[in-house]
């Protein structure tokens, strides 16, 4: 049992690239979280799903893409990266926010120059 | 912005020692859960609390919720240097649940 796989663990980027962030997670959870974590702060929600083919904004969206085409996956792009979105990149997800915490994955560190 | 507001920042105890962490959020709940980060790792769940809860306890972590006060709090007894690492807290607000809204951390170092 993986938990919750990210990929990649690292990367750098040029400014206006663009790239993909993949997030795993073989627990059948439905709801999945994309954060971003930037140093001496909290995590802030950027993207979130709450099953199969659902998508929904988070507090700070703008730049980013998402889908959730399957189940166990979901991933988080970037069309034209800013130097901005440079930050540590956690994916998470949950069976049932009610009565269960989240599950992290073990983050994708991103540096744009 | 932020929905809880840990306090204090930052936290220097001896081993042994207790330590007690406070979150204050603004609007109504569904839960609130606590997290804890190691350096440079993801977050690892803690302990969830419901709205009609008011203390739980999980081995060394002990949890309050005043609803009334909007506020809880995180007590690690016994407190070990493995216990070093920031804490946070996140709540899964009323009608806009379905997500977490994490608070700024505190930063616990345990000396041995």
Redo the contacts between chains.
Sequence with gaps: NAG?TQTPKFRVLKTGQSMTLLCAQDMNHE?M?W?RQDP??????IH?S?GEGTTAK??VPDGYNVSRLKKQNFLLGLESAAPSQTSVY?C?STLD???????????TRLTVV | SQQGEEDPQALSIQEGENATMNCSYKTSINNLQWYRQNSGRGLVHLILIRSNEREKHSGRLRVTLDTSKKSSSLLITASRAADTASYFCATDRGAAGNKLTFGGGTRVLVKP
């Design positions: 919750v709801y979280y954060y001496g702060m909290g995590l802030r929600l979130y709450v988070g507090e956690f998470a926010t009610l009565f269960y915490g989240y599950t992290f994955g073990s983050g």
